[in-house]
Protein backbone atom coordinates (compact mmCIF):
# COMPACT_ATOMS: atom_id res chain seq x y z
CA UNK A 1 0.00 0.00 0.00
CA UNK A 2 1.60 2.92 -0.78
CA UNK A 3 2.39 6.09 1.38
CA UNK A 4 0.93 9.64 1.57
CA UNK A 5 2.02 12.49 2.94
CA UNK A 6 0.26 16.31 2.70
CA UNK A 7 1.82 19.26 3.40
CA UNK A 8 1.19 22.99 2.56
CA UNK A 9 -1.47 23.63 4.85
CA UNK A 10 -1.80 27.09 6.92
CA UNK A 11 -3.63 29.97 7.52
CA UNK A 12 -4.35 32.57 5.08
CA UNK A 13 -6.75 35.35 4.66
CA UNK A 14 -9.73 35.08 2.73
CA UNK A 15 -9.33 36.03 -1.08
CA UNK A 16 -5.46 33.98 -0.38
CA UNK A 17 -3.92 31.27 -1.98
CA UNK A 18 -2.27 27.84 -1.04
CA UNK A 19 -0.49 25.51 -2.44
CA UNK A 20 -0.91 21.59 -1.31
CA UNK A 21 1.40 18.95 -2.12
CA UNK A 22 0.97 15.08 -1.62
CA UNK A 23 4.07 12.69 -1.86
CA UNK A 24 3.85 9.20 -2.77
CA UNK A 25 5.99 6.20 -2.01
CA UNK A 26 5.63 5.18 -5.17
CA UNK A 27 3.92 4.82 -8.37
CA UNK A 28 0.12 6.00 -7.86
CA UNK A 29 -2.58 6.02 -10.28
CA UNK A 30 -5.92 8.37 -9.57
CA UNK A 31 -5.05 10.84 -7.30
CA UNK A 32 -7.67 12.30 -5.16
CA UNK A 33 -7.98 15.43 -2.65
CA UNK A 34 -10.69 15.72 0.14
CA UNK A 35 -11.86 17.94 2.61
CA UNK A 36 -13.64 17.22 6.29
CA UNK A 37 -14.55 20.64 8.10
CA UNK A 38 -15.57 20.27 11.62
CA UNK A 39 -18.82 18.21 11.85
CA UNK A 40 -19.23 17.35 8.78
CA UNK A 41 -18.64 14.28 6.18
CA UNK A 42 -15.38 13.90 4.04
CA UNK A 43 -16.29 15.59 0.68
CA UNK A 44 -14.92 15.90 -2.33
CA UNK A 45 -12.44 18.57 -4.28
CA UNK A 46 -10.62 16.85 -6.91
CA UNK A 47 -9.41 13.92 -8.62
CA UNK A 48 -6.63 13.62 -11.13
CA UNK A 49 -6.18 10.55 -13.46
CA UNK A 50 -2.97 8.47 -13.49
CA UNK A 51 -1.94 10.61 -16.73
CA UNK A 52 -3.05 13.86 -15.31
CA UNK A 53 -4.80 14.29 -18.89
CA UNK A 54 -8.37 13.72 -17.15
CA UNK A 55 -9.68 16.28 -13.81
CA UNK A 56 -12.95 16.55 -12.27
CA UNK A 57 -13.89 19.16 -9.98
CA UNK A 58 -16.27 19.73 -7.26
CA UNK A 59 -18.92 22.12 -8.04
CA UNK A 60 -18.06 24.17 -4.46
CA UNK A 61 -14.07 24.60 -5.78
CA UNK A 62 -14.68 24.55 -9.92
CA UNK A 63 -12.73 27.72 -11.07
CA UNK A 64 -10.91 28.08 -7.95
CA UNK A 65 -8.77 25.14 -7.02
CA UNK A 66 -6.49 22.85 -9.71
CA UNK A 67 -5.20 19.52 -9.58
CA UNK A 68 -1.54 18.90 -11.32
CA UNK A 69 0.66 15.75 -10.77
CA UNK A 70 3.76 15.02 -11.38
CA UNK A 71 4.96 11.87 -11.66
CA UNK A 72 8.92 11.85 -11.50
CA UNK A 73 8.43 13.29 -8.07
CA UNK A 74 5.18 10.91 -7.35
CA UNK A 75 3.40 13.80 -6.09
CA UNK A 76 0.33 15.80 -7.02
CA UNK A 77 -0.56 19.00 -6.15
CA UNK A 78 -3.92 21.54 -5.11
CA UNK A 79 -3.78 25.11 -6.09
CA UNK A 80 -6.41 26.51 -3.94
CA UNK A 81 -7.15 30.64 -5.23
CA UNK A 82 -9.90 33.10 -4.14
CA UNK A 83 -10.40 31.19 -0.60
CA UNK A 84 -13.10 31.68 1.08
CA UNK A 85 -13.85 30.69 5.20
CA UNK A 86 -15.95 27.91 4.01
CA UNK A 87 -12.81 26.01 2.68
CA UNK A 88 -11.63 25.67 6.13
CA UNK A 89 -10.97 22.34 6.52
CA UNK A 90 -8.73 19.06 6.98
CA UNK A 91 -7.57 18.32 3.05
CA UNK A 92 -6.62 14.48 2.40
CA UNK A 93 -4.86 13.15 -0.72
CA UNK A 94 -5.91 9.61 -1.58
CA UNK A 95 -4.80 6.74 -4.19
CA UNK A 96 -7.30 4.77 -6.27
CA UNK A 97 -7.94 3.20 -9.26
CA UNK A 98 -10.96 4.69 -10.38
CA UNK A 99 -11.78 8.44 -11.38
CA UNK A 100 -14.17 8.49 -8.86
CA UNK A 101 -15.35 11.44 -6.06
CA UNK A 102 -16.45 8.37 -3.84
CA UNK A 103 -14.17 7.96 -0.61
CA UNK A 104 -15.17 4.78 -0.72
CA UNK A 105 -13.09 3.59 -4.10
CA UNK A 106 -9.97 4.67 -2.46
CA UNK A 107 -7.47 2.35 -0.70
CA UNK A 108 -4.51 4.84 1.07
CA UNK A 109 -4.68 8.64 2.45
CA UNK A 110 -2.28 10.56 3.99
CA UNK A 111 -2.65 11.97 7.34
CA UNK A 112 -4.66 15.18 6.40
CA UNK A 113 -3.49 18.73 6.55
CA UNK A 114 -5.34 22.08 7.99
CA UNK A 115 -6.26 24.33 5.88
CA UNK A 116 -7.56 27.36 8.04
CA UNK A 117 -9.41 30.38 5.63
CA UNK A 118 -10.26 33.38 8.21
CA UNK A 119 -12.45 36.21 6.91
Known amino acids: QVQLVESGGGLVQAGGSLTLSCAAS?????MGWFRQAPGKERAFVAVISSSGTITRYADTVKGRFTISRDNAKNTVYLQMNSLVPEDTAIYYC???????????????WGQGTQVTVSS
Open 94 to 108: AAGALITNSPASYGS
Open 26 to 30: GRTFT
